[in-house]
């Protein structure tokens, strides 16, 4: 099927971005680069030539070169396979046909795979001859091609060019259709001869997988990354954290500076951790019992046996949901986990055989057991905060003082920062350092190791348990409840936890060994992402990088704006807002004077607006039950007016208010615009019919 849905529909936020970009390729398209007509080669077929220009100059190979491509896996420099030097004035038929044997043979002699040689083959001469053209041609004896392929009709120079634009958007993190491709693709042809060789004027669905196929780009589900993370996961911010956790560590006494220390060099350590038992970090994930949500992980894959077969499975529905705080400590134990359920409370037979942490209680001779809480929502409340620093974190250092301190890592969830938890870790000798916001996908241990780990074998263990009870309960239906929890997470936790996970969790943020490893891994993806960017053919970088502005840090001592009050007026800037982690986390640990005094502030703060909004609601009671009490007695003389002349009041004489006060009275709710006329009648067919003594007599 042609793409004709994409004609003139380019996709909106891109084509606002970049329409400037189809205008550099529409001179290529249109001939304007004095391409031969024999390299205006036509559509999609998988065994074409390459009618190249065959004035490509040949590349020479470069003896001393040690290029890593060209090497296969486990083979000395010596077997190094390189590109055939033959003569690039060949014409262009002869040369693809020698580059095609040459390939093929490659692949079958296994010196090469079929990519591997499409690759080298593109580099040296500019030919593309698709690796799955190469692959087929291993498996039979090497020859010419059999027959002439289908030429291309857009040129590979404008190809390239369109490659190289979207190269530049993935490299930005946008995302790129198929509709996105044809769009652009459709605009580098418009008016062209080369849109006259398509049908309808617009590339099909067989140029588009030709395209792709030619460029080595594949497709795949989407990973929603959100534009919080793009913002904050930068070097500069992981930098700032690094900086701040080294000076934190050195001054508790848990590590020292490194002496050798190279600031430009990667993985140079700056710091050497040497009580790595008294740095810990901890974070939560939500459980449920439920089962319908789907997951693409490859441990969670199953068996299917013939093409009726779509995976369908039993799956438990509801069952309940609570979350899961654990921790690791840099030398690779891990703490007792808390365990917190979604309900009013929780039953002994929920909790029975718990998981314990790796750390022994020397009382005991056994690990800490696991804590349990349970609320509502069954999640990290505010008042859990404390409750996990003193029973899953404290219990295990008994000689633990400001003298002798543990540093705890963690993300700026709200029940990280309240001030009781801060007084109490400040009281009791826990110092607690902030991680960048947003950033917690690369440089917090328990997400990037553990609980990757963990939550594809606890969705695992939820099936096989259900499975279990399909075989046991008879015919009664199969369901999985808060009963089932923990059995479930005891395995896959056992697993996730292991010290082996725990120690590689520490390894790969980079924290112990010291080695910043996601600061350097940032360094190069945003060098990497300035040079694709840059490389593309009519793209405006600062467009193309959503307009964000340059991050300001916050840490201390930076200088700010200049000028009388400057520092009055960002402090009062500070305050304004709940207490979040993006004011506390590059001014150094959480638990800090400075840190805990503008939480202290905003707290106080916080309570201050609270008792004020307390006050107004009093007052506006007060105002309420006054004009109530108004009404009564406007209502209470309305009634002796009436009683005072027998029953018989003229509705000429009362009063508009006397009015709504005698509905009111009467249970009715008047309208505050009704007319006094509509007032009269309401009131009328209330009190019942008029006296036989007069037409405007009422009924009291």
Known sequence: MDCLSNIGNSPGPVSNLFDSFASTCVDVASGELDIPDNQVAHGCDTERTADLNPEVPELQADPDSDDEEAVLDGEDDDDIVKPPDFSPNKEGRRLYNELYKWAAQAVKDELLSSRHAQNLIFEKYGVQIDHSTIHRASKRVVQSPAKKGRRLFIPSESERKLADFIVALRAMKLPVFKATVCAYANKMIANTEVEKKFLHGVVSDKWYYGFLDRWN???????????????????????????????????????????????????????????PERLLSFDESRLTMDQTSTSKAKAERIVTVDKD??????ANKGGGDGTLCASTIANGHAGPPLWIFAAESFKLSWVVDAPRSTVIDPSTGRGYPSTFTANTKG?????????????????????????????????????????ELLDYCREVGITVVLRPPHTSNIS????????AIFKPAFRVSKAIALTRKLDTIGDEVPSLGMADMLPCAYEPYQKAFHPEHNKKAWSLIGVYPFTRCVYWSLVEAEKKKVAVVAAAPGVNHEVLSFGFKRLQSHAHGEEGEEGEGAEDQEADEVLEGRVTSRELWARGPATSDESAGIVRAKTMKKKQKEEDKDKRKRVTAEVTAERLLKYARVAEEAKAKWMAVNNKVVHAKLLKDELVASLRVRGSAPAASALKAQLEADLQSLLGPPQPTGPCGMFF
Request: glycine share 6%; hydrophobic share 40%.
């Open 309 to 314: 077969d779509v995976g369908d499975v039993v």
């Open 444 to 451: 917090q241990g328990e997400d990037v190791r553990n609980f």
């Open 217 to 275: 780009m594949r497709t795949k589900n989407q990973r929603p990354f959100e534009t919080d993370r793009v913002k904050w996961c930068t070097a500069k911010n992981l930098h700032q954290h690094y900086k701040v956790l080294a000076h934190t560590l050195v001054d508790a006494g848990i590590a020292v500076w490194n002496p050798d220390f190279e600031e430009d060099t990667p993985q140079s350590e700056m710091i050497h951790i040497i009580k």
């Open 379 to 419: 999640g990290m409340t505010f008042d859990l905060g404390v409750h996990f620093m003193r029973t899953n974190v404290a219990v295990m250092y008994p000689d633990l003082s400001r003298d002798n301190p543990v540093v705890v890592i963690c993300d700026g969830h709200g029940s990280h920062l309240t001030l």
